[in-house]
Every structure is written in structure tokens, then in C-alpha cells.
């Protein structure tokens, strides 16, 4: 009883599997399956190489049926080619077998004139179908030129056709329904070739030639509408004008698709794609005024608020990309075409003046690549228009990176961000250079490649593109505008350096009449060792200190140089003469004046006059505005009682005034503006002092709308010297 119930408690040990039968087990399900797995595979591996073995098949047998059907196709086209080589033969043996019973009838005189009418009709002419069968094969062959795409030699049969059947012209009914049928078929195979050209030029692969050829086409079609016109109406006006009408329409409806699927306005792209869009569709008009259609001047009106738009956008987009020199490309700033001319101004410490010319020419170049000869031909004035507004703004902006306030510092649509600032000579001088090497040498260089009279000459002899008279003119009177504008930049830039060396820190001139009265220090050792006026001592040092930095920064730039000093001088007299504060000291009749002080203003006058002749730079305009302020102190100083007789003769100014330039260049005065060593004086010994006074030595001192001149308006005549001097 005991074991039973031990036994109870245990029921599960005696079926206890060990855990080497449980491996076994499971590892040979294990195996199984992956044995079955790999089955499973192999047959799908089997079922792939099946499957793409068909697909290769298929394809292969594919490709033999595409061949076969083209095959099969040319032979259809050779066939069709034989049946009408055939049907023609028969045509012709037929004819041949009529015109011989008809010989043969008339010869043997067997014909019974009581035969009715239906019989002799069908005896004359025993074939009815004759024309209607040659035009079955007219149209027959036009489907095959269709077919082959020969849609040149369509065209020449189809001209052929209606020359040889006029009613084909006619916008009438045929006399017959089988003549109104016939002309039916010729307008739809004529109407299919206008189709397939359309679908030529339409194809975005197609190239320029294929292209101008279907388009040639095209207007050969068109140019056929004028001919039928003129042969059906003859030259009624009232259908001519019909014809003219309907061309205007179609010229309107072109211009309206032009604008739809343009680019937007702003882009280059925009200006490259109106520029071939004039250049094309002008060509294109002038080949049909020889059929009396004249296009040119309607397309061109047509086209002109868009050709505008495109301008105006681009030239707006290049004003806001001038100074924007966060984003600049790097290409353009290495790029040795603007870089070489205008890389002589670098400045050490910062090369954005630099870069915001190049990006100026830059911009202004990208927008020239886009023109073509017809578009510069008939809106260049346009285009140099824009372009000098463009230089004048980008001047205005160099004008606000000079030190002192602007003359445009009022008008807030100028006030652009700039991003340097011209503090120092050099710095100021660079900027000079790049304005006038833009001015003088880049823009007219880069304008050259597109404004090339040679170029448009060589364009269509009708009138609407022949080259315009006007266009030399209107490029002289654009270099006229930028050397204006560089003028104003540069008077600017004269008119500061000036005021800043007259004027002290404190607002006090140092410049004024009381240095020419009576008692004061510099008429100590006048009678000694006569001198020019401290003040004028010192313009000399400035202007050698100048011209010193002008030939390190302007290299190369002669010219720009001797303009830039001699502007300088001209300054100087110019405020002397316009300023009432120094003119009102003589007339205050509490003033103590005397001989010596009138001619020690006379002397500062001639020594002025000599330092623009010692130096080479056109020293007439000097001259004439010194000879106009000694006139005016001779005048008042003579009705405040002082005799200008007793003054020297004008031959021993001139010469102490020589002589005072060289103790200077010497350092032989014991004055304090004399330390001036000779490695600081420019000698220009190879320059005439004479020919200096000839007008070519300068072509822009006497533009007398620069601010110096407009308000010394009554110091430009040449009647300046004093008939008692």
C-alpha cells in the first residue's frame, strides 16, 4: 500500500524524455525543414531562369516582328509605288487604243450619223474618267511624300497642281461635284502638310537648321496666300487689304504667344529669349515683302512694351546687384577680363571697390551677350539709355563713399547700403580709377563687341532693317553722358579735398582777406625775400604730396592725373573768387589796406598760375579765373584809394612766382610749408609748358556744367585782364 501511493505521488518520472532524444528530435525537424526550404528555392530559381529565358524570347521575337513589320511596310510603299506605276501604263495604253479608233473611224468613214448622241458621246470620249483618275494619282502622290516626310517636294506639287488647275485657287464652288470633291481632297492634303511642318518645329529636339527650313516652308505656304489673292482679285484694293488684315492678326496672335510663354521678365533668360524671338521673327517678315507683305514695322510696334518690360525688369534687377557682394561669384572675381584693368586699384587693406567694379561690368556685359544685331539695331538708344543710368547710379554710390555729404544725399531712392568707404587719398584715388577705367577703357570695349556698325550693315537690304544712321550719333552722345557723369564724381571729389584744406577742423578758414591787410605777419620779409602766401605755400606741398600718391595709385593713368591736379588748382581759385567772406574784408571800409597786401594777392595768383604750368597740367582756365580775381581786387582796392600804378609790371610776378617754386622744390624759404624734399615733386620735364595751354591738353576742363563752373558762370569770358594792370 505504501509503494502504491509513493508511486501516486510520482506519476511523470518513469516519462521522462532525456534531453540527448530531444536534440535529435528537434534537429531533425531543423534539417527538414531547411532541406525543404532549399527545395522551395532551387524550384524557384528554376522558375526565374524559365521566366526570363520566355521574356528573352518574347523580346527577341519582339524585335524580328518590329522588323518585319517595317519590312513589311516599305514593301507596301513599293507596292503602291508599282500599282501607280501600273495604273499610269494602262492609262497610257488606253489613250493610245482611243487615239487609234478614233484615226481609224474617221479614215474608214464608218461612223453612222444617225447613231444617237449617248453613243457618239461615249464614242468621243470613251474614256469619262480620264481626269479623275490622273487626279487620283495627283493625290496619291502627295500621300506618299506625306508618308516619306518629303514635305519640300509636297510643297512643289502642290504649286504645280494649282498653277495647273486655277480653280484651285478660286474661293468659289466647283462647277462640278466631281471638280468640288477633287479641290475638297487638295485643301486637306494641302491642310496635312501645314500640320506636319507644325509638328516639326514643335519637336523639342529639333535643331536650328531643321527648324529655319520648316519654318521657310511655312511661309512659302503663306506667301502662296498672296499670289492666289492676286490672281483671283487682280489688285482690288478692297481684297488686298483683306489679305494684309488677316496677316496683322496672325502677327498679334504670335505676339500674345510670345508674351504668354516668355520667361518672367526679370530674368536674363527672358532678355536672351526676346532678343531671338526680334531677330527671328523680323527675318522671317522680311522674307515676305518681296509678295507685298510688310510685317516688320507692325511686328516691331507690337513687340515693343514687351522688349521694354524685359529692359526695364533686367536693368531694375541690375541695379539691386551692383553692391551685393555678400552672394558674389567667385568665377567673376579671378575672371582676368575685368580683373586685369581694374586690379591696379587694390588697395591692401580691402578689395571691395574692386569687386563692385568687376560685378558692375559684369552685370552690364551679361545683359550685352544676350542682344542680337536686330535688337541692338532697332532699340539700342534704348539699351544705352539704360545703361547709362546704370553708370550714374553706380557713380552716385562711388559719390557717397567719398568723405563729405553728396549733392544726391536728398534723394531717398538713391540711398543703396554701401559697403566701403574711401577715407584716405589713396583709397579716394582708387576709387577715381575705377570709375574712369570703367568710363574710358571697359564699357566702351564691351559695348564695341555688340555696336559693331560692320555687323549690322551685313543684315537685310529691305527698309526695316537697314542700318539706322542715327546709331553713331546716339554712341557719342552715350561716352558724351558717362564723361559727364565721371565729371561730377570727380569735381565731387575735388570740391572736399579743397573745402578740407581751406577750412580747419574748427570751421576757420585759413583762407581769408585778413592775411592781406595791413600789419600782419607776412609782409615781414617782403621786401627781402618776397614770397607767396603761407596758405598757397601749403596748396603747393598738398598738390606734390598728391601728385605723389596719384602716380603710385594711378599708374598708368597720365591723363586721369594731370585732369585730377589741374581740377584741383581750378577749385582753389574758383572758391577764392565765389567766396563773399574773403571779398568782403576789402570792402569793409574799417580795413586797414594797403599796396603790399593787393600785391601780395596778385603775387598769390601768378603763383598759382605757374604751379599748373611748372607741373604740365592745362593751366588756361587757371588763368583766365586768376586774371578775373586780379581784376576784381585792382577794382577794390582802387576805390578804397589805393593806385594800382605803383604795382610792378606783370613780368616781375611771373617771375617771382617762378622763383618761389624753385626755393620751394629747394627748400630755400625759411616759410613752414617749405619742408619738401625732392623725391615728393613730380618733374614733368618732357611736357612744353606752352603746349600746355592748348585745348587738347585737356578734354574735359572746360565742361562748365560741373558745380565749379555753374556757379562761376561770369568767369567764363575770356575778357578777364584789367586794362589799367
Keep these: 500500500m505504501e509503494s502504491s501511493e509513493e508511486d501516486d505521488d510520482f506519476p511523470s518520472i518513469e516519462s521522462i524524455t532525456p ?8 534537429q531533425s525537424h531543423t534539417e527538414k525543414g531547411i532541406r525543404k526550404l532549399c527545395c522551395e528555392l532551387l524550384d524557384l530559381k528554376d522558375a526565374v531562369e524559365n521566366l526570363c529565358g520566355n521574356m528573352r524570347t518574347k523580346y527577341l521575337a519582339f524585335l524580328r516582328l518590329s522588323e518585319e513589320v517595317v519590312e513589311t511596310e516599305h514593301e507596301l510603299m513599293e507596292l503602291r509605288k508599282h500599282i501607280s506605276a501600273q495604273r499610269i501604263l494602262v492609262q497610257d495604253l488606253m489613250t493610245g487604243v482611243c487615239c487609234q479608233l478614233e484615226e481609224l473611224s474617221v479614215a474608214n468613214g464608218n461612223i453612222d450619223e444617225s447613231l444617237s448622241d449617248p453613243q457618239k458621246i461615249e464614242l468621243e470620249d470613251p474614256l469619262p474618267h480620264e481626269i479623275d483618275k490622273c487626279k487620283m494619282i495627283f493625290l496619291e502622290k502627295i500621300d506618299v511624300l506625306l508618308a516619306e516626310h518629303k514635305v519640300e517636294e509636297a510643297i512643289e506639287v502642290l504649286d504645280a497642281e494649282e498653277r495647273n488647275f486655277p480653280e484651285l485657287r478660286s474661293s468659289g464652288e466647283a462647277s462640278s461635284a466631281q471638280a468640288s470633291s477633287f479641290k475638297s481632297d487638295f485643301l486637306k492634303r494641302k491642310a496635312m502638310v501645314e500640320d506636319q511642318l507644325v509638328k516639326i518645329t514643335e519637336q523639342p529636339s529639333i535643331g536650328i537648321l531643321e527648324l529655319k527650313k520648316a519654318l521657310t516652308d511655312l511661309i512659302k505656304l503663306v506667301s502662296l496666300t498672296t ?91 541690375a541695379r539691386k546687384m551692383v553692391f551685393n557682394l ?52 532697332h532699340f539700342g538708344g534704348n539699351i544705352l539709355t539704360r545703361i547709362s543710368q546704370l553708370f550714374d547710379k553706380y557713380l552716385d554710390a562711388l559719390n557717397r563713399a567719398l568723405p563729405g555729404p553728396s549733392d544726391d544725399d536728398n534723394l531717398t531712392e538713391l540711398k543703396e547700403t554701401i559697403p566701403f568707404r574711401a577715407e584716405t587719398d589713396s583709397e579716394q584715388l582708387s576709387l577715381l580709377g575705377v570709375a574712369f577705367t570703367i568710363m574710358d577703357e571697359l564699357l566702351p570695349n564691351t559695348l564695341s563687341k555688340v555696336w559693331n556698325p560692320k555687323n ?39 570740391r572736399q579735398y579743397v573745402l578740407s584744406f581751406i577750412y580747419s577742423r574748427e570751421g576757420k578758414t585759413r583762407l581769408n582777406g585778413q592775411i592781406y591787410l595791413s600789419g600782419h605777419e607776412e609782409y615781414t620779409q617782403w621786401d ?23 602716380g603710385d595709385v594711378l599708374l598708368g593713368k597720365e591723363k586721369l592725373q594731370k585732369i ?12 577764392l573768387s565765389a567766396e563773399q567772406e574773403f571779398w568782403a574784408v576789402f570792402e569793409d571800409e574799417s580795413s586797414p589796406i594797403q599796396p603790399l597786401g593787393l600785391q601780395q594777392l596778385i603775387l598769390d595768383m601768378h603763383f598759382t598760375v605757374e604751379i599748373a604750368r611748372f607741373a604740365g597740367y592745362p593751366s588756361r582756365h587757371v588763368h583766365q579765373i586768376a586774371s578775373a580775381i586780379i581784376a576784381r581786387a585792382i577794382r577794390t582796392f582802387s576805390t578804397r584809394g589805393i593806385d594800382p600804378s605803383a604795382l610792378p609790371e606783370d613780368e616781375w610776378f611771373v617771375e617771382t612766382a617762378k622763383s618761389a617754386i624753385n626755393k620751394l622744390l629747394l627748400g630755400g624759404s625759411g616759410s613752414d610749408a617749405s619742408d619738401i624734399d625732392e623725391e615728393h615733386i613730380i618733374l614733368n620735364d618732357d611736357v612744353d609748358s606752352d603746349s600746355a595751354d592748348t585745348a587738347s591738353s585737356l578734354s574735359t576742363v572746360e565742361s562748365y556744367e560741373s558745380f565749379a563752373s555753374a556757379s562761376m558762370g561770369e568767369l567764363e569770358s575770356p575778357n578777364f585782364t584789367d586794362p589799367e594792370a
Design 528 to 550: 627781402s625775400d618776397p614770397l607767396p602766401s603761407l596758405p598757397f605755400q601749403a596748396l603747393f606741398a598738398k598738390l606734390q604730396q598728391l601728385a605723389t600718391v596719384a
Design 564 to 575: 585730377l591736379l589741374a581740377r584741383l588748382t581750378e577749385t582753389v581759385v574758383m572758391w
Design 456 to 494: 549690322e550693315s551685313k543684315e537685310g537690304g529691305n527698309e526695316n532693317i537697314a542700318p539706322n544712321a542715327s546709331t553713331t550719333t546716339e554712341l557719342k552722345d552715350w561716352k558724351r553722358h558717362l564723361q559727364h557723369s565721371f565729371d561730377k564724381l570727380r569735381d565731387h571729389f575735388c
Design 19 to 26: 534531453q540527448s532524444k530531444i536534440d535529435s528530435v528537434y
Design 227 to 317: 499670289k492666289d489673292s492676286g490672281l483671283i482679285f487682280g489688285d482690288n484694293p478692297v481684297y488686298s487689304n483683306r489679305v494684309v488684315q488677316w496677316a496683322e492678326w496672325e502677327i498679334e496672335y504670335f505676339v500674345r504667344l510670345v508674351k504668354e510663354n516668355a520667361p518672367p521678365s526679370e530674368t536674363i533668360s527672358a532678355m536672351h529669349a526676346a532678343s531671338i524671338c526680334v531677330e527671328a521673327s523680323v527675318n522671317y517678315c522680311s522674307l515676305l515683302e518681296s509678295q507685298g507683305l510688310k510685317l516688320s514695322r507692325l511686328l516691331l510696334l507690337l513687340l515693343r512694351p514687351y522688349i521694354e518690360e524685359v529692359l526695364e525688369l533686367n536693368f531694375r534687377r
Design 326 to 377: 555678400e552672394d558674389i561669384d567667385e568665377s567673376l572675381l579671378l575672371s582676368p577680363h575685368f580683373m586685369s584693368p581694374l586690379s591696379l586699384f587694390a588697395t591692401s587693406s580691402d578689395s571691395m571697390l574692386v569687386d563692385s567694379g568687376s560685378r558692375f561690368m559684369h552685370i552690364v556685359e551679361e545683359i550685352l551677350e544676350q542682344l542680337t544685331p536686330l535688337v541692338v539695331l
